[in-house]
């Protein structure tokens, strides 16, 4: 048995190592064929893999447009007292709206924002003319509170100033805006505050088309007031023709020509020139008169320097707009020369002032028709005023 396990243990162990030989080179043939068989990456593959960097990848991001601007706010001229007063009353009006802060805190380009001082294009009326839109029509110092009916123009010259009262109205203001611009006059328009607030497109109308404004007070109305119920109703006014316009204007004509309610007193402290008129064409009387009696009116009255009333608001004047082509061409057949009142102050005699410009202090001027008859109600606007 000795010599059996002797001659048989080198055969057993070269057995066993040739199988694991064949064991291994089976298992690299395997290997080898299973690398072979899978895809390879192309160079141009292997080009487009980037390597990554140590700086971060710098980016310019986009600008964030505000949601909400603070609207912008007109400042009057510091110069006007008038104007002054204007823009105290529009910051009782003014809403400041809070800026939005960006969500995201990372380096971004910000938007240039504009001045808050620039015009809104959401005001509560309208949109506010650009600061090159702006109008002034003051009033020469020798004129400042008083109160006028008529002047004696340099050198006797035919000039006549045509003047309008309680608009700015839908209809009639329009017509009778055609029919100035039609014959080339610039006229005067007192506006009353309520009025304006509803037509803001008429009112730019008017300016646009080189006519002059007054203050007409916000309410229209003939009762006694204290001075701060007056200031309210002048400054309020002014305030909205600014808002609306861009116009600041030292010219004031009170409701009814009335003069000793408290109205009249605050314009002249404050240095508006108190407008009356010296033609009355009672287009505003207790009876409605026909085209041809209102013409008649006023020519039978015209002369040199002197201030005509008429009525573009406050009710129905749909006689006004027939008379008035007639007036302006029998005017001009008589030689005169329209004008506003600021170019109506302007040609006036400086010497002798004393006969055509009162001083406004103890004065009354109340028309003796002051109330007109109510119109049909399909006519009478329901904030419908005579005067």
Same mark, same amino acid.
């Given at each position: 048995m000795a010599d059996w396990r002797e001659k048989e243990k080198p055969t057993g162990l070269l057995t066993r190592q040739l199988t694991f030989i064949a064991i291994v080179t089976l298992t690299a043939l395997i290997v080898n064929k299973i690398i072979k068989s899978s895809p390879q990456p192309s160079p141009q593959h292997l080009s487009a893999i980037e390597v990554p960097q140590d700086k971060p990848v710098h980016q310019q991001l986009p600008s964030?447009?505000?949601?909400?601007? !603070?609207?912008?706010? =007109? =400042? !009057? !001229? $510091? +110069?006007? @007292?008038i104007a002054e007063r204007a823009h105290a009353s529009l910051e009782r009006i003014h809403l400041a709206i809070a800026p939005i802060a960006p969500s995201n805190p990372v380096h971004q380009q910000l938007p240039i924002v504009e001045p808050e001082n620039s015009p809104s294009e959401t005001t509560l009326w309208a949109i506010a003319p650009s600061p090159a839109a702006e109008k002034t029509f003051p009033v020469p110092t020798e004129y400042q509170g008083k109160t006028i009916y008529q002047v004696k123009p340099k050198h006797q010259e035919k000039v006549i100033a045509l003047t309008f009262d309680d608009g700015p109205w839908g209809k009639t203001t329009l017509q009778v805006l055609d029919i100035l611009k039609k014959n080339d006059i610039k006229a005067t328009f007192f506006w009353v505050g309520e009025q304006l607030q509803s037509y803001p497109a008429v009112a730019r109308r008017?300016? @646009? %088309? $080189?006519? @002059? =404004? $007054?203050?007409?007070?916000?309410?229209? +109305?003939?009762? #006694?007031?204290?001075?701060a119920r007056a200031a309210k109703e002048i400054d309020d006014t002014a305030a909205l023709i600014y808002k609306t316009t861009g116009v600041t204007t030292s010219y004031f004509r009170p409701p009814g020509g009335i003069l000793q309610n408290g109205l009249a007193a605050y314009a002249q402290k404050n240095n508006y020139a108190v407008m009356m008129w010296s033609i009355n064409s009672v287009d505003s009387s207790r009876h409605r008169l026909a085209a041809p009696k209102l013409v008649k009116n006023i020519l039978k009255s015209a002369f040199p320097g002197s201030i005509v009333l008429l009525h573009d608001g406050g009710g129905n004047h749909s006689t006004t707009v027939q008379a008035l082509p007639q007036i302006v061409e029998k005017l001009k057949k008589q030689g005169y020369k329209f004008v506003t &009142?600021? %170019?109506? &102050? #302007?040609? #006036? %005699?400086t010497t002798d002032a004393t006969d055509s410009v009162s001083t406004g202090e103890v004065e009354t001027q109340i028309p003796t028709l002051l109330e007109e008859i109510p119109h049909p109600s399909a006519e009478q606007p329901e904030n419908h005023f005579p005067g």
């Open positions: 964030v447009e505000p949601e909400n601007l !603070p609207p912008r706010e =007109i =400042i !009057p !001229p $510091g +110069s006007s @007292a008017v300016v @646009a %088309e $080189g006519h @002059a =404004i $007054g203050n007409h007070t916000w309410h229209h +109305s003939y009762r #006694q007031m204290d001075e &009142l600021p %170019e109506l &102050l #302007q040609n #006036q %005699e």
